[in-house]
């Protein structure tokens, strides 16, 4: 799928994004196609090597520069390093997508305090941390769009990834209490929830499963969706940038779901074993 089938190239002209977590995985495809639509782009994660190869790719296959930044959400002084460095490169930050995440298997029953922290530090914390550093910009500029990466019907629990599912569920409420607090601003806050979308990362790090047989990780979610079949990254990236955009200029505060009918479906988020 090509962005730009749906989208013009000048959708984002203009606007300057921070993607974190866009080195990989849905991250990436929202990035990608964030630069298609003309956005000024910077990825972020702590991997640098990861960085830079994706960067690479996202110019391959849009043809426009993006840039990168190596950073962890989890640390307030390398997140303002990473707005000094968006604002000398491109300008203003305004739209920034919180999609990383660190998520792994633990029954609940063993969960750790330090497990949990590890989670929740990561995944809202570090929502919270880089919004607040990126909002002041938005607020002077009187516009902006804030999107962040959650999960279908978390308020119905995550076996499994009770951390994630807790830190997730902060996120939506923050997304609320952010888009009323800052709409007055010009700011739209919104959420996207994906159903399972195949990605190494989720493969490796939440399955526990090996990243040679992505597909298979997934096989037992294909066939829940109502549409069936599992997402693509790509799928999940054009509504991404669909609520970045001007053409959803009067939504904010939402959770918008994409999972291809599988919320409708009964049990939810199965346990996961191994
Ligand atoms: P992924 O490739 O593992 O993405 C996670 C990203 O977060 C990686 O790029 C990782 O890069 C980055 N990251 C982790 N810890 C970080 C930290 N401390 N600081 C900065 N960056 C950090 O997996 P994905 O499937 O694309 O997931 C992306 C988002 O979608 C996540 O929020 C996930 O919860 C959500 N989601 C995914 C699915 C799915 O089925 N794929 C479904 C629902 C929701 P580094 O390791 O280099 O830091």
């Known amino acids: 799928m090509n962005i730009r089938r749906f989208y013009p190239a ?27 639509c003309g956005a000024d782009v910077v990825i972020t994660s702590r991997s640098a090597p990861r960085l830079e190869e994706a960067e690479l790719r996202i110019v391959e296959e849009t043809g426009r520069l993006c840039a990168s930044f190596p950073c962890d959400i989890r640390k307030d ?30 029954p609940a029953e063993r969960m750790t305090r330090r497990a949990m922290e590890t989670v929740v530090d990561i995944d809202l914390m570090g929502t919270f941390a880089v919004t607040r550093a990126f909002v002041p910009d ?59 979308v195949p990605t190494e990362g989720v493969t490796v790090n ?40 001007p053409a959803a200029s009067w939504i904010t505060g939402v959770n918008l779901t994409v999972d291809g009918g599988m919320e409708l479906s009964t049990p939810l988020h199965r346990p996961v074993t191994g």
Do not use: Q
């Open 77 to 106: 002084d390398e997140i303002a390093r990473l707005r000094d460095y968006t604002n000398s490169r491109f300008g203003k930050g305004s739209i920034l997508v919180n999609n990383a995440a660190a998520n792994f298997h633990m």
């Open 10 to 36: 000048d959708l984002l002209a203009g606007e300057v994004a921070v993607v974190t977590g866009g080195g990989s995985g849905l991250g990436y495809a929202i990035a990608r196609d964030l630069v298609a």
């Open 138 to 196: 938005m607020i002077e500029a009187r516009r902006g769009a804030i999107l962040s990466i959650t999960v279908p019907s978390v308020n119905r629990g995550f076996p499994g990834f009770s951390h994630a599912g807790a830190a997730k569920a902060g996120i939506i409420s923050l997304t609320g209490s952010w888009a009323r607090e800052w709409g007055r601003y010009g700011i739209r806050v919104n959420a996207l929830a994906p159903g399972p």
């Open 206 to 245: 939440m399955l526990g499963k090996d990243a040679t047989d992505v597909p298979g990780a997934f096989a037992e979610h294909s066939e829940v969706a109502a549409l069936g079949g599992l997402g693509t990254p790509e799928e999940i990236a054009s509504a991404a940038v669909f609520l970045c955009s």
